[in-house]
């Protein structure tokens, strides 16, 4: 295991270190029992119970929460059982120095209304054990999936939420990331890359139009995407590159034209500054490329509620994601049957990602997206293929950033034009394919 | 936990609630119910018990009730015993009860426990309370909480 490896995994690890646990065990036994004898002192333990299970079941709540949004445990998870049950009964303390209840303190988790649950406490100790119970059981599965990444030499995948969370992440070794080829064997001639949210399946009808042609073709799943989307715990732009690079290498050394859409541009441009020898000639479609960060908040926040908070940094972008990871048979169904006019396979892939994997990203092109830089000093001979009606990769905002080597090509429709008007893309990743080949004869 | 005896509140939850009736939602005790006794003109509290209990339990049950509060005992059999504090009201038909609607016991017998009235005959606290006679700073703290 590397040394980061360790690193991380120590801090992953901590807060479930025996001797922490152990602390904060004796802590809560010892303050529940004081806490049980005073209210059997006023002849009132069946309510300690009742503020003790809605306790448990709300720190239950809590830590299955956090673990979904961090990807990791929290720390003192047992004294937090301990501050939501002293939280319920803090009307029990007022009452003590004289203060009658009143409805306003159902603030505390309900202190008034959870004595009026049907069937009482026997309801609360059912509710309390499903949700401490369900709450173990993911901490196990994590606990496993983790040990399973250490094993393997990986930095644990922390903060890797839905089925992920109790999933181990594979490491993307040589050839490791998924891909399809199209035509004859041998180094590719055209490298494909997806976007966000999106898989190999997007380039699939401009793919076979160039294989028709008689080209060779390699479509890959990105790291963290389609079919590669349990391999890796970190996906920032580097990793992406080696990872390609690996794939590359193990199809036979060549000299592609790389082709990148929406953020497969940016992946493409990283690419080819690691490896400028590996690539001929770079064709960007769509590239979202934004004239200031607060413009590319905006057009990246127009994917949706979901980008919105994604962009925002918001929690409950981790939380959704992870829900519709551990959910994803539901969401599959979902969004093959609401997205309107996009093909069933291309929808089925747009929710077959990890989170972090959409989370970086996302995060890459606001902070670090290399497009801008490309554009106005390219490394290769780059070709940008612009449709007239895409509000996400905006005509004017790549037109900011011009340079003699760079060929603009304009088509119609919009973002999504790579497979809905794919023998046109095709038809210019052809021209520009053959004229490298033209050129290297 | 200790199981529930006879005489408390097939409820639980109804038994010691601590809670307060909004003084909109109270119910009105009609002075008829309580003939000679106060109610409409001051804060009452009025407690419920299967016999009139000894002396000097009683008066240290009643300790923190303050002097302005009205203290009424109702039993249900006519008893030779004077109360330390208040007067004793002997209602066999439990009609006092079903005016201030406190809860039957399991045992389905006379309550046993205490409601509070306020100042305007609404009573703002009812509860059942087998142990009240030890629950003196409790029965304190509702008393003082209904004007």
Redesign the interface.
């Known amino acids: 295991m590397t040394a980061a490896a360790e690193t991380a995994w120590a801090r992953a690890y901590r807060p479930l270190r025996p001797a922490s646990l152990g602390v904060q065990l004796a802590l809560l036994v010892l303050t529940e029992y004081a806490l049980f004898h005073s209210y059997r002192g006023?002849?009132?333990?069946?309510r300690w119970?009742t503020h003790f299970l809605v306790g448990l079941t709300v720190a239950a709540a809590i830590n299955l929460a956090w673990l979904f949004v961090k990807g990791a445990p929290a720390r003192g998870m047992l004294l937090s059982v301990l501050a939501a049950h002293l939280f319920a009964m803090a009307?029990?303390v007022l009452?003590s120095v004289?203060v009658?209840?009143?409805?306003w303190m159902n603030v505390f988790l309900g202190h008034?209304w959870v004595?009026?649950l049907p069937s009482?406490d026997k309801s609360w100790l059912v509710i309390a054990l499903v949700a401490s119970g369900t709450f173990a059981s993911c901490l196990a599965l994590w606990l496993r999936a983790r040990t399973g990444e250490a094993e393997a030499g990986l930095a644990p995948g922390i903060g890797i939420g839905g089925s992920a969370l109790v999933t181990a992440q594979r490491t993307p070794e040589r050839g490791a990331l998924v891909s399809v080829r199209y035509g004859p064997d041998g180094p590719p001639d055209i490298v494909l890359l997806h976007g966000l949210a999106a898989s190999q399946h997007v380039w699939a009808p401009a793919a076979r139009l160039l294989q028709e042609r008689g080209f060779r073709v390699v479509v890959p799943d990105l790291l963290g995407f389609g079919d590669s989307r349990r391999i890796g715990t970190r996906f920032l732009l580097d990793d992406h590159v080696d990872a390609l690079a690996s794939l590359l290498e193990a199809t036979g050394a060549g000299q592609p034209v790389v082709v990148g859409h929406s953020f497969g541009c940016a992946v493409a441009v990283a690419f080819a500054r690691a490896h400028p020898h590996a690539v001929s000639e770079l064709v960007l479609v769509a590239p979202p490329v934004f004239r200031d960060g607060q413009r590319a908040r905006e057009r990246l926040g127009e994917d949706g509620w979901l980008a919105r908070q994604v962009v925002a940094g918001s929690p409950v972008a981790s939380l959704t994601c992870g829900l519709m990871c551990l959910l994803r048979p539901l969401a599959e169904m979902l969004v093959t049957r609401l997205a309107d006019g996009v093909p069933r396979e291309v929808a089925h892939e747009s929710v077959q990602h990890s989170w972090p994997a959409y989370r970086d990203a996302l995060t890459t092109l606001l902070d670090s997206n290399p497009l801008p830089g490309a554009l106005k000093h390219p490394t290769h001979p780059t070709t940008v293929v612009l449709a007239d009606a895409d509000l996400r990769a905006p005509k004017g905002d790549v037109l900011d950033h011009p340079h003699e080597a760079v060929t603009l090509v304009e088509l119609t429709g919009d973002h999504l034009f790579v497979y809905a008007d794919a023998p046109a893309v095709a038809a210019v990743i052809a021209a520009t394919t053959t004229a490298v080949e033209g050129g290297a004869q | 936990m200790s199981a529930p005896g006879s005489l408390d509140d097939p409820n639980p939850a109804d038994q010691r609630p601590g809670f307060l009736t909004a003084p909109a939602d109270a119910i009105a005790v009609p002075g008829l119910v309580l003939p000679g006794n106060p109610v409409g003109s001051q804060p009452v509290f009025l407690v419920f018990d299967r016999r009139v209990p000894p002396a000097a339990e009683y008066a240290d049950a009643l300790k923190d009730v303050p002097r302005s509060r009205a203290v009424v005992i109702v039993v249900p059999r006519a008893a030779r015993h004077t109360v330390p504090r208040g007067r004793l009201v002997v209602d066999p038909a439990g009609r006092v009860a079903a005016a201030v609607r406190i809860d039957r016991p399991r045992d389905g017998g006379s309550p046993v426990g205490y409601a509070a009235i306020d100042a305007r005959a609404r009573v703002r606290y009812v509860t059942l309370d087998p142990a009240y006679l030890d629950h003196s700073f409790e029965n304190g703290l509702i008393a003082e909480a209904v004007r």
């Open positions: 006023h002849d009132a333990d069946f119970a009307p029990d009452f004289g009658p209840h009143a409805p008034i004595h009026y009482g």
